[in-house]
């Protein structure tokens, strides 16, 4: 593959952010975007360059010159585009949080495999040079044995009943759209924990402010708080028995992290600002995944999307939180 041939479902504000990430991006060919009319994919191709514009999902999906989808819709239409590119076979990159629960997204990833298609959750953070020299860190025994992990995602988003983020039917709430990535950081750190213990301010069918601790036998924990009603710093801490590591605030996406020792000193820094948005990280995660024939991202592997998405379960289960498309 010289240029890999992109196609992108949904033409939202994510759609915009990772299209701008594709346009800067040398080995890409800006193939086709959909949306739900026509007029709203012609206006998004002619912003950013596509050859083709869709007034449909299934054209786009059907379309044999895309190498790869781009998956940028609500969280409660993820599981059914997905199926939709997989029974076509389309190679799939699809927005994070993947599905509404384990069970949509065990179906999708096993239906991939099936299909033999490349499938990829879009979790930019694990692509960033800076979460990876976190963890090369962490793995190369620089703070000792980690203890703890506190991670924060919460930004003040005033109210709006017709916003995605605030409508149970699209899958909103907390969650799944912030509450994944300080469980995403966790999980690539500690792994599965023994109990978690959880608690959540619910609004309107969805949670708007959470907090959820981890708790593992052999002492460790993990803190993470997430919402929309209030604005935090956002930044994650990583301590250990000699040492500790910080991330600038908005951690997931933060340039820069600093690893301290037990005294509370410098010990290093790495900043890496990045080239475009930050998304051409996963961009060339995918390209480096498609030319070498992979599956699945060593990055964003299918088992620890799965692990990720039944703590989320198990939080909502504690809450009594459902989405509509759950209820029997």
Known sequence: ???????????????????????????VQL?????????????FADEFGFEKAYGSYS??????????????????????????????????LCEKSLA?????T????????????????????????????????????????????????SNYIPYDKNDRLFRPDCGGGALLDLGVYPLTFADAIFGTPDEIISNAQLSGGVDVNNSIILRY??????SADNGFQLQLSNNALVSGTDGFITMGNWFHCTSEATLFNSEAETVEEFICEP?????EYEIREVHDCLRKGLKESPLVPHDDTVRVMK?????RRQWGMTFPQEEA
């Not at 044999?64 to 993820?78: E, K, L, N, Q, R």
């Not at 509404?100 to 949509?104: P, V």
């Not at 080239?275 to 998304?279: H, K, S």
């Open 275 to 279: 080239e475009i948005n930050g998304y």
């Open 106 to 153: 065990e179906e999708i990833l096993a239906f991939a495999k099936e299909k033999d298609v490349f499938f990829m959750e879009a979790m930019w953070m694990k692509c960033r040079p800076v979460f990876l020299k976190v963890l090369e860190w962490i793995r190369a025994g620089k703070i000792g044995e980690p203890k703890f992990i506190k991670a924060d995602f």
């Open 59 to 92: 054209e786009l999906a059907e379309d044999g010159d895309i190498d790869v989808v781009y998956i940028a819709t609500p969280m409660a239409s993820h599981y059914s585009d997905a199926m939709l590119c997989i029974r076509n076979g389309r190679n799939v």
């Open 100 to 104: 509404l629960n384990t069970a949509q």
């Open 311 to 315: 703590l989320m379960d198990e939080c």
């Open 31 to 43: 193939c086709a975007v959909a949306s739900r009319t026509l007029e709203k994919a012609r206006k």
């Open 1 to 27: 593959m010289n240029k890999i041939k992109w196609g992108i479902i949904g033409t939202g504000k994510i759609a915009h952010t990772f299209a701008e990430a594709l346009r800067g991006t040398e080995d």
């Open 217 to 222: 036998n052999d002492g460790r924990f993990v």
